[in-house]
């Protein structure tokens, strides 16, 4: 384990305090905060470096450009791909998920082809989808779950026809904290030769994951959600795979030549980034990495565990307790309601007292649907929270409940 205090004393936000209250941020699935060394290397970079990558032979030109691809590397040990020319670049895993959603469509399915989601997925891996479903006519296919929210893998199996051209599913509900077995699932997949895009939104900040031993064919996650910077995220994607998509947006760096009469695309990973990249933000997020490594992912998710299976028990004592998400494979996200509450007026009066958690339907509208509900109020555990913090969450519950 890791000296929380110490870890804690790392992220300079986490002192403040609001509403004359300390501050006890519990709202990690939405964004992380920064660790001080990722805040400084962005500053660093914009002071003394700072330059457009890749295309320039100037000293500051060429330094940026090894920051931007040093984290390129990082990136592909971090979750242990085999190549560089895997790890693309994006704005986040919304952009990962709208890459592949569009090139995947326009190159291999045809009107009638089926996509299979799951029904917990965020609006991110619902609505592209969706907007190839209302352009080229596809459908989508989706994998229920049981009261302990979890996906039916029987179901799944069922889902599978000859039309089926690619699974896309979350590693981790946002809502639910459901870790899903997606090893297993992308097996199943594969012996119907049909590729598997994971959501990694929510599973990189909180355990290893390693692209070779899950053998998924893409993956997309989010720099902020994992202490990193916004504005960055990355998609894995088998190099066999991205060869044979089509670009997703046409601009600099994704060439090799362009004349009016033809253009020769650049090879991999450049063909995905049109553009100037956040190379900042590249860098920023490498530094994260860094921290996050040192800490120790394993480290990280024993610490979360150990929260979430804490306020898991101490809100089950509080009356009128509902929480969403049963599994035994729970990641560090807790969904509730108390009684007739309603969510945003229990997360309004916890902010008050200066919890910080999330309200809503936290972009899964299609999920609160089937659980009959318009929304929840959410707790989600970050390397940095404690137990204390805890016990000031569940303290604050009862007393809104008593209010009510
Ligand atoms: N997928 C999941 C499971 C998420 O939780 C989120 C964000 O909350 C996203 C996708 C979208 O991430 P971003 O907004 O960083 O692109």
Sequence with gaps: MYDINKVRADFPILSRTVYGKPLVYLDNAATTQKPREVVDAIVNEYYSVNANVHRGVHFLSQQATDLHEEAREKVRSFINAKSTNEIIF???????????????????????????????????????WQLQAAKKGIAIRVIPMNDKGELLLDEYKKLFTEKTKIVSVTQVSNVLG????????????????????????????????????????FFAFSGHKMYGPTGVGVLYG??????????????????????????????LPFKFEAGTPDYVATNGLAKAIDYITRLG???????????????????????????????????????????????????????????????????????????????????S????????????LIAGIKRVSKMF
């Design 90 to 128: 994006t704005r986040g895993t919304t952009e990962g998920l709208n890459l592949v959603c569009s090139s995947f469509t326009e190159e291999f399915m045809e009107p009638g082809d089926e996509v299979i989601v799951s029904v917990m997925e965020h609006h991110s891996n619902i609505v592209p």
């Design 178 to 217: 459901t870790i899903n077995p997606v090893k297993e699932m992308i097996r199943i997949a594969h012996q119907h030769g049909v590729p598997v895009m994971v959501d990694g939104a929510q599973s990189t900040p909180h355990f290893k994951v390693d692209m070779q031993d899950m053998d998924c064919d």
């Design 238 to 267: 088998k190099e066999s795979w991205l060869d044979k998509l089509p670009p997703y947006q046409g601009g600099g760096e994704m060439i090799e030549s362009v004349s009016f009469e033809k253009t020769v695309f650049e090879k």
């Design 297 to 379: 992912m394993d480290n990280i998710a024993a610490h979360e565990s150990e929260l979430t299976k804490y306020c898991m028990q101490e809100m089950q004592k509080i009356d009128g307790m509902r929480i969403f998400g049963q599994s035994a494979y729970k990641d560090a996200v807790v969904s509730f309601l108390v009684g007739d509450i309603h969510h945003l007026d229990m997360g309004t009066l916890l902010d008050r007292l200066g919890i910080a958690v999330r309200t809503g339907h936290h972009c899964a509208q299609p999920l609160m649907i089937s659980l009959g509900i318009q929304g929840t109020v959410r707790a």
């Design 381 to 392: 555990f970050g390397l940095y929270n404690t137990k204390e913090e805890i016990d000031v």
